[in-house]
Each structure stands twice: as C-alpha cells, then as structure tokens.
C-alpha cells in the first residue's frame, strides 16, 4: 500500500469534517471545533504548516558518502528516528464512529513500536480513555508515552498508578489543555497549575516527565523550575487559543535557552520529513506530529502507521543526506534559512 492510498482510503470513514487532505494545512476544516480544526479564527493551524513551508534547507553534498543514522535516543530508550506521534483524543467527537479513543490508541500504540517509534498517547474524562491507553502501553512493552491533562491532584494520582502498572518510560501532561472547551466546567476538574504545583506532581510521577504546551521562553524556565526532564514546544494545534505564534517561530529562542537543560520536542504543523529536518536544525531533538497520524490509522489501521511513518524516516534520511548531516548531532542551524 501506498500514502495515496491511506488517505482515499481514510476519506471514506473520517466523519463528516476531517477532509484526510493531501497534506493535512488547517485550511479545510478550519474553525471547526468539535472536529479537528482550530479554536477562534482557525489561523493557528493553518500558520503552524505555513511557517515550516517558508523555511527552506540548504543542499550542500559535498560531503563523505555514507549511509544516514536517524537513531534517537531518551530517556533510556533507542527509537529508529526523533519522530512521535502525538496524543490526539476525542475520536468520536472529532472523527466519526469508526474508532473510540480505546480502539484508536490500541492500535496506534502497537503500530508505532512496530514502526520502531513511540506514541503519546491521549486522556479524557472517561477513566477508561486512560486505563485503556495503559493497557496498550503495557503490551507494547512500555513504548508509549501516556499524556494526562491537568486534572487536580487526586485524580492525577489515579493516572499516575496507570503510569506505572503500563511500564511506561515517560510521562506526559498537556499543561495548556486547560483551555481546550470541552474540558471547562466538568468532572473531574482540570486548569492551569503553578510551578510549586507542577513541581508536585512531577514528583509523584515517578518517571521523566514531559510539559507539553510551551510557547515562551519564560515558560521553558518555567518547566526547568518545575523539575521537567523535557518540554514540547506547542500551542495544541490552535485548538486551545487563537491568535497563538506558530511553533516553528519560537522553536530556536526556546531550544537557545533550555535546550541544554531538558530535551526539546515540537509539535504543530510538521508533515513531512523535511519538515522534521527543519526542526532538528532548529533546535529540536524530536517532533511530534498529531492529525496525520489519525488518517493513517482511519485509511489503514496499522498498516497506515507504518506507510506513514515509513514515508517520514525516507524523506528526512534523503534530506540529512543533501544538507551533508549524516548522524542527527550533524544537524546545524546553518543547514536551513
């Protein structure tokens, strides 16, 4: 099977307002929440893609002739490229009937370690959405990353025992899905949390811990503060406010000022291979890539996973090699513009 074929194949089962595009822009479902657009306006996403298509690479193949070595390394684990793919959840409210978040991230999860990557996985309102990403985890041999929102302290204690039944290497909290909508107003409660906070249940996860939702640099000093092992750069794909930067703006400062303190991940527009070499070269260690993920899975199930994921590790080999970086510590600032 091709990517081609993933995608017509994801059309004809993605819900009423996922288009499974060419390339996934923003542009065709907009501002369509429920649904996996963008919150206000719906510019975010699509300015996520834009900013990372007006960087360009600089080719330079004078160079040694030598095979390309994308092996990533964190947190004790080896993974075939810095590629994640990100926690996406809600699959009934944004995505149609075929897949619950249960069904979605058994499969994901699985296809990903097979793929020789890892998969955050995602979190809701429902306990099961959580003890069913642990369970898939756990088969996975604890390659996956599960992703808890920020609930109250009780409740993150509940998600933390599922952390560690699952064997999971990491940990993740999407720190800015306290302004998702669907979360305002219900049970049990989830919002922003103080340094001192955070600083508390990043003890209690025991295991690296991951703050996804960084878009400052004060709040990359933030994250340190708080004892967090790394960060993601990432404004929730304009899901949770309008009028955000994209990502790829603000990658360099905060790489620049906390890189050497915590690892870097990013998130939010990335769609290609070339685009995960752009963010390396930016100062990333790894990416996150979110919705295309979902179409790989409605076009192909596990089998999607791994076109998809084959299709990115082939086009960021071949651009490593034309920019002359043949290992991802070769990855300079001076290989895009």
Not at 130 to 140: L, N, P
Request: charged share 25%; with cysteine.
């Amino acid at each position: 099977m091709i990517y081609e074929e993933v995608l017509a194949n994801a059309r004809t089962c993605v819900g009423e307002i996922c288009k499974a595009c060419p390339v996934c822009n923003g542009k065709a479902c907009g501002a369509r929440i429920p649904g996996p657009g963008a919150k206000g306006t719906g510019t975010v996403a699509i300015e996520n893609y834009e900013a990372w298509q007006r960087l360009c690479v600089n080719m330079d193949t004078i160079c040694e002739n030598k095979p390309v070595d994308l092996a990533f390394e964190v947190f004790g684990q080896t993974f075939k490229a810095p590629i994640f793919a990100a926690p996406i959840g809600a699959m009934k409210l944004h995505y149609g009937d075929k897949y619950d978040d249960l069904e979605y991230n058994d499969i994901l999860v699985s296809a990903c370690a097979d793929a020789g990557i890892a998969a955050f996985t995602g979190d809701g309102t429902n306990p099961a959405v959580m003890e069913g990403a642990a369970k898939a985890i756990k088969a996975a041999g604890g390659k996956g990353i599960p992703t808890v929102k920020p609930w109250d302290v009780n409740t993150l204690a509940e998600k933390f025992a599922l952390v560690k039944e699952a064997g999971a290497f990491a940990c993740a909290m999407d720190v800015d899905a306290a302004g998702l909508p669907f979360l305002k107003n219900l049970t049990p409660p989830a919002g922003s949390k103080s340094v001192a906070e955070l600083k508390e249940i990043i003890e209690k996860a025991g295991v690296p811990f991951i703050l996804k939702g960084i878009m400052t640099v004060k709040g990359a000093r933030k994250a340190k503060e708080a004892g967090a092992s790394a960060i993601v750069v990432s404004n929730h794909g304009g899901r949770v406010l309008d009028q955000c930067p994209p990502t790829a703006e603000v990658l360099a400062e905060i790489a620049d000022e906390a890189g050497k303190d915590m690892k870097i991940f990013v998130d939010g527009g990335i769609r290609s291979g070339v685009d995960v070499f752009k963010a390396l070269a930016l100062g990333a260690d790894a990416v996150l890539i979110g919705r295309p993920f979902v179409t790989a899975v409605y076009g192909a199930a596990s089998e999607g996973v791994q076109v998809y994921t084959a299709k990115l590790i082939s086009e960021l080999e071949d651009a490593m090699a034309m920019c002359g970086a043949h290992s991802l510590e070769e990855i300079t600032r001076d290989m895009v513009r």
